[in-house]
């Protein structure tokens, strides 16, 4: 009868989930690149420190 169908997706655009999951795949990146610097640098510093 007079029953109307639902309006599609638009699906020209990148999603909202893809768009989230790439920023956060990107802060997690660097996250662990910061944390793993860290764990190079600390140790290297304080024998550096240390040992004068």
């Known amino acids: 009868m007079g029953t ?12 909202r989930l893809k768009v ?3 920023r956060g795949g990107i802060g997690v990146f660097l996250f662990f690149l910061l944390k793993g610097l860290a764990w190079l640098i600390v140790p290297a510093l304080s024998l550096y420190f240390c040992s004068r």
């Open 4 to 15: 109307q169908r639902p309006p599609v997706p638009d699906t020209t655009g990148p999603s």
């Open 20 to 22: 989230w999951l790439k």
